[in-house]
Nanobody
């Protein structure tokens, strides 16, 4: 059973940066496409970014050119570098590993952006 644990969430001011990490275990990390999602209470979970096993990355329009997703296959860690944060980025951020019938989620880490 895959396990994912996010960290790095914090309270920051607009324009600042944060790096989220997602430490994984229990599955072959290098074989899984990895994703970041976020969710605000009362709203649907929103896809943020993905990174394929080939290292190809894709981003939602709302974070493109500000966020960078990356992965360290040797350490089995997923990252999300978030730059120029905006108040609308406030959410609980989740990492996700999905391949076929396997769909693993972490518990989330809270990011709050406010002046």
């Amino acid at each position: 059973q895959g396990q994912l644990r996010e960290s790095g969430g914090a309270f920051v001011q607009p324009g600042e940066s944060l790096r989220l990490s997602c430490v994984t275990s229990g599955f072959i990390f290098g074989a899984f496409p990895m994703n970041w999602y976020r969710q605000v209470p009362g709203k649907q979970r929103e896809w943020v970014a993905s990174i394929a096993t080939s290292q190809t990355t894709t981003y939602s329009d709302s974070v493109k050119d500000r966020f960078i997703i990356s992965r360290d296959n040797a350490k089995k860690i997923l990252y999300l570098q978030m730059n120029n944060l905006k108040s609308e980025d406030t959410a609980n951020y989740y990492c996700n590993a999905r391949l076929g019938n396997y769909d693993y989620w972490g518990q989330g880490t809270q990011v709050t952006v406010s002046s």
